[in-house]
T-cell receptor, first 113, second 115 residues
Framework: KQEVTQIPAALSVPEGENLVLNCSFT??????LQWFRQDPGKGLTSLLL?????REQTSGRLNASLDKSSGRSTLYIAASQPGDSATYLC????????????FGAGTRLAVHP | NAGVTQTPKFQVLKTGQSMTLQCAQD?????MYWYRQDPGMGLRLIYY???????DKGEVPNGYNVSRLNKREFSLRLESAAPSQTSVYFC??????????????FGPGTRLTVT
């Protein structure tokens, strides 16, 4: 079964810390992987999309990497701020699952001043 | 642009009642999706529509029906609501015109409670 796992489920860090969120997936045959942010009671906002042919994508303080062979992606957040507090979701479009995203359960991040 | 819009934002139903959740996108996307989100389980795909006129089952389709009314609109219907369908429902769309490269864009969600 194609599954996506995110560890840890929750993370609390002091402001200014660099941090890494982890995403693992069970099948290395993927089309792409997408990282989302979700604020409480809100919808999902796309942060980064990595195609299967790419190794990483960057947007501002965010950097996402992809290692298909090991079935892993990481989201690196530099110099964290209280405004980064949210749930971060990883989603994978597997080959053969055309058009379907499989989501992890998310990592709930709290950045305290 | 409004992006992806959903109505209603909140709904309370009694067991056995029916309702339709509405979704529309103004980005001229080909593909549209319905997900549900339950605590601790991430999002699960209910149904999707790869293009106007086509619909397919996702991971958890039982108890739901969908209609792709036109390119803009994709509705989700609960014929006989059950407490297990209490959830937050999200609609999404994606531009599949460029193959598999496009991001999915999400609406704000509908919070449904079935008593």
């Amino acid at each position: 079964k194609q599954e996506v796992t995110q560890i840890p489920a929750a993370l609390s860090v002091p402001e200014g810390e660099n941090l890494v969120l982890n995403c693992s997936f069970t099948d290395s045959a993927i089309y792409n992987l997408q990282w989302f942010r979700q604020d409480p009671g809100k919808g999902l906002t796309s942060l980064l999309l990595i195609q299967s042919s790419q190794r990483e994508q960057t947007s501002g303080r965010l950097n996402a990497s992809l290692d298909k062979s090991s079935g892993r992606s990481t989201l690196y957040i530099a110099a964290s701020q209280p405004g980064d507090s949210a749930t971060y979701l990883c989603a994978v479009m597997f080959s053969g699952g055309y058009n379907k995203l499989i989501f992890g359960a998310g990592t709930r991040l709290a950045v305290h001043p | 642009n409004a992006g992806v819009t959903q109505t209603p934002k909140f709904q309370v139903l009694k067991t056995g009642q029916s309702m339709t959740l509405q979704c529309a996108q103004d980005m001229n996307h080909n593909s549209m999706y319905w997900y549900r989100q339950d605590p601790g389980m991430g999002l699960r795909l209910i149904y999707y529509s790869a293009s106007e006129g086509t619909t397919d089952k996702g991971e958890v389709p039982n108890g739901y029906n969908v209609s792709r009314l036109n390119k803009r609109e994709f509705s989700l219907r609960l014929e006989s609501a059950a407490p297990s369908q209490t959830s937050v429902y999200f609609c999404a769309s994606r531009d599949s015109g460029t193959g598999l490269q496009g991001e999915q864009y999400f609406g704000p969600g509908t919070r449904l409670t079935v008593t």
